[in-house]
Every structure is written in structure tokens, then in C-alpha cells.
């Protein structure tokens, strides 16, 4: 059964209009989530550098995101809660963020001298509580929202993440020099507060295809992994997510290395990198209103493949206005990627296992990221700046074929399930 538009079959979004409290509750949930994620990726390895660790132990705190690669493994426990009943979903995500604050107040417990694998063990919760919320998210919205809507969110997504990073690297430029337990407290405050507006998103009633195409819509994962649609979403990720991770891996090391305090990474993040994130975000989602998807991801791919290539032939060093450049333009295209990848998935998913399906294509690509982010503290550290900047040129540029290609051969946003594919 195709649910989607005329429009939506052309990969082209038909603007919808959104409750100003749906939008509000969609970006709360992922500026709550941006909070620790945001520490984790920019603080927690720039705090192991400054005390004199190699960029291969500074950029172990990374697999603190392995949650978000593996969500897909309780994904149908979530999807089974939920019931594909937007208000249960609604209540699930409400929960997971109550949660996700009070575990992060445990971090207060270690210091980061001598309790290295303990604040990896905590930040590894949280991000297990912050992973479901998102699988929860992805529910709710599969279970009230037709796919134009859906991709009409993903904007809405991107924004609030890079507003949440933006507050957290603001407070983090405040508090420098606050100690341990100051960042924490602050951590905590932030989370809880850009969490309370997720209170109003709308409790709404299922209105759309999840849990409505019975059996046949919930054939398997795999096969809906072998699917064209979703076998091109994947590669797409591999490469495309691939060079911005190597790239964006290596980022709080570079930052470190250019003589960069906690206060000014604080403030590159905040004022820059998450600021232009929000610019990228939104010009990404006015984009997708008036242009096939796929075209996009093109474009974004190559601006990506062409800005590393740029910075590698100059032979770039380990210098601050190095360090802040890099950081923009990684934070920037990273935000664009985020928004299209968002608009690629989620109109794709439905049927019984909906849920579950979204939470595959994204835990793939949160995988892809964690690898790539771990595997450029290696490069780094045994070939250079210019080479890992090349090699993520090269991988941004291979994803930008991937996306010509799929939009030659035809956009497959039209194909809600498996079974409106062609089989591999």
C-alpha cells in the first residue's frame, strides 16, 4: 500500500503545516539529547588530552556512543511498549529523558584523573537512555505523521540538536575552570531543562500506516535491509558518514593540539560550530521543500568531498585558526548530513515494524560514525592531518555517487515497506 503524496513519490516534501508544540517537543527531545552527547564528543576527549593522553586513549570515550549503534537490538522491545500507539511512545520518550538526567548526575561520582572507565560506563547508560528516546521519537512520529510530515521534521531535529550543543558549549565557555563537579552540575541542569518542553509534545491518536499493514508488513529486518531503498540509505551512509566521522573524529584532538583551552573549545562550539549548525540545519530543511531528496544528499556530499579535499592539499597543521575552521565547516556539513539522512529514513518506514526498521537504518549509521570518529584518532595519529582529511574527501565524494545514482535510477521515497521495492 503507498501512503505517501504525489509529491512525496517525486522525493519532493508537500509542506504540511506542524503544531507549534509538536515542533517545540521534537527539538526538546533532541536538545536534551545533544546535551551529553555534545560533552561526551567535545569535552570528555579534550579532558584526556590535556592530562596527557594519546589521541588513540582520548578517543576510546567513543564507544560510550555504542548505544546508539545497537539500539536496534531493543528496538522491538520498545516498539512492543509502545504498542505503534503515539501516546505510549509519547510517554516512553518522557521517561528515557527523566532517566537520562539522573544517570548523567552519577557522573558526578568519578574524576576523571583516576575513573576513566567508570565515567565511560555512566556515559554509556546515558546514552542507552537517550538512544531509546530517540527510538521512541521515531514511533511516534511513524505512528501520527504521514511521510511528508516526516520529512518535514527532520529539520526539526537537526535545529534542537544543534541548539542543545550550542546552550551545553556556551556553559562549558562559562564554567571554565568550574572543576569536574561544576561541568557536571551544569550537564545536569541543561539536559533537564531543554528536556521540559518534550512535555508538550501532542498526545495524539495513530493516524497513519504503523501497525496497520498486518503481517505481510513485518516479513523480516533483513529483508527490509536488502531492499533497494534501504541498501542504498546504507551505502549512502557508509561513504557519506564515513568521511564526515573520520573527520569529525578527529576534531576535539586538533582543537587540543592547536593550544585550544576547554573554555575556547566551549565557545567554537557554542557560538560556531553549533551555531552554524542551526544555520545548516535550516537552510538544509528549506532546501528539501522544493527539491528531490536525493539531489540533496548530492550536494551535500560533494560541498563535504570538496571542502576536505581543499583543506588537504595545503598541507593543513595543528594551529587555532585551523582548528576553528575545521570545526565550522565539520559541524556545518555534519548537521546537513544529519537533516537529509533524517529525511531518507523515515519515510521509508511503516507497517508493523516500523519502528524497528527506522531504528536499523539509524543505529547502521550511528555505527558507521562511531568506527570512523574511533579509527581517526589511528590515522591521526600515524599519518597526519592532511592524510585523514584526504581520505575523508575521498569517502564524502564515493557517498556522492551513491546519491547521483540513486537519483538517476529513480527516487524510492514512494516505497513505504520491503514490498514496494524492487527485490535485490
Known amino acids: 500500500m503507498s501512503l505517501a503524496s504525489p509529491s512525496a513519490a517525486a522525493g519532493v516534501a508537500r509542506p504540511l503545516p506542524l503544531q507549534r508544540s509538536l515542533r517545540l517537543g521534537i527539538g526538546a527531545v533532541y536538545g536534551a539529547a545533544a546535551v551529553p552527547l555534545f560533552f561526551i564528543y567535545n569535552i ?209 584532538v586538533l582543537q587540543v593540539d592547536a593550544g585550544l583551552s576547554l573554555g575556547q573549545i566551549g565557545l567554537v562550539a557554542a557560538i560556531g560550530a553549533n551555531g552554524v549548525g542551526v544555520i545548516a540545519s535550516w537552510a538544509t530543511g528549506l532546501v528539501l521543500r522544493g527539491s528531490e531528496v536525493w539531489r540533496v544528499a548530492l550536494l551535500v556530499s560533494l560541498c563535504s568531498a570538496f571542502c576536505f579535499a581543499g583543506f588537504a592539499v595545503t598541507g593543513v597543521r595543528a594551529e587555532p585558526a585551523v582548528a576553528i575552521a575545521l570545526s565550522l565547516a565539520v559541524m556545518a556539513l555534519g548537521y546537513a548530513f544529519f537533516v537529509v539522512f533524517r529525511a531518507l529514513v523515515l519515510p521509508i518506514c511503516a507497517g508493523d515494524g516500523g519502528t524497528t526498521q527506522a531504528a536499523a537504518l539509524s543505529s547502521i549509521d550511528a555505527l558507521v560514525a562511531t568506527v570512523s570518529a574511533i579509527a581517526s584518532g589511528f590515522v591521526l595519529g600515524r599519518g597526519g592531518l592532511p592524510l585523514l582529511l584526504g581520505l575523508a574527501a575521498g569517502f564524502c565524494a564515493a557517498g556522492a555517487l551513491v546519491a547521483w545514482r540513486a537519483r538517476r535510477r529513480g527516487d524510492d521515497l514512494h516505497s513505504s515497506s520491503p514490498h514496494g521495492a524492487r527485490p535485490s
Open 44 to 252: 570528555l576527549p579534550a579532558s584526556l588530552r590535556q592530562a596527557g593522553q594519546p589521541p588513540e586513549v582520548a578517543n576510546l570515550v567513543f564507544l560510550a556512543y555504542l548505544p546508539f549503534a545497537l539500539r536496534v537490538a531493543w528496538a522491538p522491545v520498545v516498539a512492543r511498549i509502545g504498542r505503534e500507539q503515539a501516546p505510549v511512545f509519547r510517554r516512553i520518550v518522557l521517561a528515557c529523558l527523566a532517566l537520562a538526567v539522573a544517570i548523567t548526575a552519577s557522573l558526578a561520582a568519578f574524576e576523571p584523573q583516576g575513573g576513566t572507565l567508570g565515567i565511560i560506563a555512566v556515559a554509556t547508560l546515558a546514552i542507552m537512555a537517550i538512544a531509546t528516546a530517540a527510538v521512541a521519537l521515531d514511533g511516534y512520529l511513524l505512528a501520527g505523521f504521514p511521510p511528508e510530515a516526516r520529512v518535514r521534521c527532520a529539520p526539526l531535529q537537526g535545529i534542537g540538536f544543534a541548539l542543545g550543543g550550542l546552550v551545553m558549549g556556551a556553559g562549558i565557555m562559562l564554567c571554565d575552570g568550574a572543576g569536574w563537579s561544576g561541568i557536571i552540575l551544569l550537564l545536569v541542569l541543561i539536559t533537564a531543562g531543554l528536556a521540559l518542553p518534550a512535555l508538550l509534545l501532542p498526545g495524539g491518536e495513530t493516524a497513519t500506516d504503523q501497525g496497520r499493514n498486518g503481517p505481510e508488513a513485518a516479513s523480516g529486518l533483513w529483508r527490509f535491509l536488502r531492499s533497494v531503498p534501504a541498501r542504498r540509505r546504507l551505502a549512502f551512509s557508509l561513504l557519506g558518514h564515513g568521511g564526515l566521522g573520520l573527520a569529525g573524529g578527529m576534531l576535539p
